[in-house]
């Protein structure tokens, strides 16, 4: 494993953790050259299913994407990197378990609302009032009043 530091090719493994819900493995490891740390994770390869854009463009599923979009709306809450990690899983879970060989984005967006209104209330009211492009402040307003009870 290349280190993502310096890019020296030797890297030593530290520390060796299985996930709890045992789907994919963390590795501490450090470099040989530098010797700073850093992680890995080792999962099984899967294929996604294609995602369907609004206009009717298929692209290929991008885990990045998604962490993107959690990442952004939680931007400055108070939720650990574990729990995102968690919920992205769970989303990722669920598209597999689909299977469906194509599947509509908005779907995937109802997912990361679900998972978002679990983790956060403001990140899923900020995600959702961009998500469902609120036209005026009382489709924001129900939102709110939606998530306060």
């Known amino acids: 494993m290349k280190c993502p530091f310096c890019s020296h090719t030797e890297t030593q493994v530290v520390e060796t953790r299985v996930s709890e819900d045992g789907n994919f493995i963390r590795r501490r490891r450090q470099c040989g050259s530098c010797e700073k740390r850093f992680t890995t994770y080792e999962r099984p390869e899967v294929n996604f299913p294609i995602i369907v854009k609004k206009d009717g463009r298929r692209i290929e599923y991008d885990a990045s994407k998604l962490r993107g979009s959690f990442s952004l709306a939680l931007r400055k809450r108070p939720v650990s990197t574990e729990q995102v990690g968690a919920a ?26 679900r998972e978002l209104k679990k983790l956060d209330k403001v990140a899923y009211v900020r995600f959702a009032s961009v998500y469902r492009s609120f036209e005026d402040i009382d489709e924001f307003k129900t939102l709110v009043d939606e998530v306060r009870r």
């Open 88 to 113: 992205i899983d769970r989303v990722e879970e669920k598209l597999l378990n689909l299977g469906l060989r194509e599947v509509q984005s908005n779907r995937i967006g109802e997912l990361v609302m």
